[in-house]
């Protein structure tokens, strides 16, 4: 069941029918959007060049031109209106959304959160730094229009664990990600792992249901965030080792960790820091290690595909993308020092590229694969 009426821990917020209702029709709207009315954009678009005379060889060439013919057209608008105002109702609505409905149980969660955090602090397997400096990338930008970011609020780690649960609405059990991912990974022996950017601690939590044995480390710059991990750690008995940290400068030690992984993070990076952070990840990796982790990619084959792509990063809060979709990640790994750069597509998820015209092109998903 994706809600539930009953908290299973004192951490979790109560569910009452109304809020259960409003977030199963805000995650059903976003897969109608995602479906039907990008699909609809796709056929507005078609018959939008048929009737300029421009679908026989002189078709938009660029995401630029495409969006010069979608910006007329109302499938676009209204999926463009629902990228920026479906996540807008989920975060911000007085009523039911989430950070209303996280801050209201405030008193009771935040303290319980504090508490099983100091008990991980005095045992070392938690390290907060109240000192940290926050890269200006990340202080000034809600991704994603979490409100104020995932680190200026004592339950924006709740918050962004309850929101995951819609960013990907066609699943029922997001952890399944996690999951198809691990098994693009080489068959062999990980005794020691970083989930880099944490963030709600999915990938961390998932990756020991599968392999108890490895010793798990999680960075984040998110305290909040991390507070709520260590409190899903405790809750389910296990030992993951938390560090707030940013990722430009780590404090592990040379050729620690023998893989390192992450979801969706490096579409949130600007260029500027993106070599020093690659070249950081290959120091702490171990010689053979595997950095590993999951983005999302336009198609450079479909200009209508890449406007599309460019209209979710602009009205979802991703300044960053734009640049990610065009840079040389894996040129750029080679040059920090990785033996191997591969991306292999991730084509557990993807949807089969059609030859019909008739069926809209879709999003590539890659798995970056780099070994030192």
């Not at 907060?128 to 924006?156: A, C, K, M, S």
């Amino acid at each position: 069941m994706l809600f539930s009426n009953q908290p299973k821990d004192i951490t979790d917020v109560v569910e009452d029918r109304s809020f259960r209702a409003f977030h199963t029709f805000m995650r059903t709207a976003r897969a109608y959007q995602e479906a039907e009315v990008y699909d609809a954009a796709w056929q507005s678009y078609r018959r939008a060049l048929e009737r300029d005379g421009r679908d026989n060889g002189r078709s938009p060439k660029s995401a630029e031109d495409a969006l010069t013919v979608l910006d007329d057209l109302a499938p676009y608008q209204l999926y463009s209106w629902m990228y920026r105002h479906l996540q807008r109702f989920k975060y911000n609505h007085p009523d039911w959304g989430l950070q209303p409905k996280a801050e209201s149980e405030a008193a009771r969660i935040v303290p319980e959160l504090d508490r099983a955090a100091a008990e991980s602090i005095k045992k070392g397997t938690l390290r907060l730094n109240p000192n940290i400096e926050y890269p200006d990338y990340y202080r000034l930008t809600d991704f994603h229009q979490h409100p104020g970011g995932v680190w200026t609020d004592d339950v924006d780690g709740l918050i962004y664990e309850l929101g995951r649960r819609t960013t990907r609405p066609h699943e029922d059990d997001p952890n399944d990600f996690y999951r198809l991912t691990f098994t693009y990974l080489p068959k062999r022996k990980y005794p020691r792992v970083l989930d880099w950017g944490t963030g709600q601690g999915g990938m961390a939590l998932t990756w020991l249901e599968g392999h108890p044995d490895s010793e798990v480390h999680a960075v984040d710059i998110s305290a909040p965030c991390l507070k709520l991990l260590n409190k899903r750690a405790i809750e389910r008995g296990i030992t993951i080792h938390l560090s707030q940290q940013a990722i430009e400068k780590l404090d592990y030690p040379d050729n620690h960790f023998d893989l390192i992984l992450f979801t969706f993070m490096l579409h949130e990076i600007p260029p500027n820091p993106t070599r020093g952070i690659l070249a950081e990840v290959h120091r702490v990796l171990k010689p053979g290690g595997i950095f590993c982790g999951n983005e999302f990619l336009p198609r450079e084959d479909s200009p209508f595909n890449y406007a599309m792509m460019l209209t979710t990063a602009w009205t979802n809060n991703e300044p960053f993308a734009p640049a990610f979709y065009k840079y040389p990640y894996t040129k750029v790994a080679k040059e920090m020092g990785f033996s191997k750069a591969d991306i292999v597509w991730f084509d557990k998820i993807m949807a089969p590229v059609s030859k019909d015209p008739a069926v809209a092109p879709r999003t590539k998903y890659p798995i970056y694969m780099f070994e030192k």
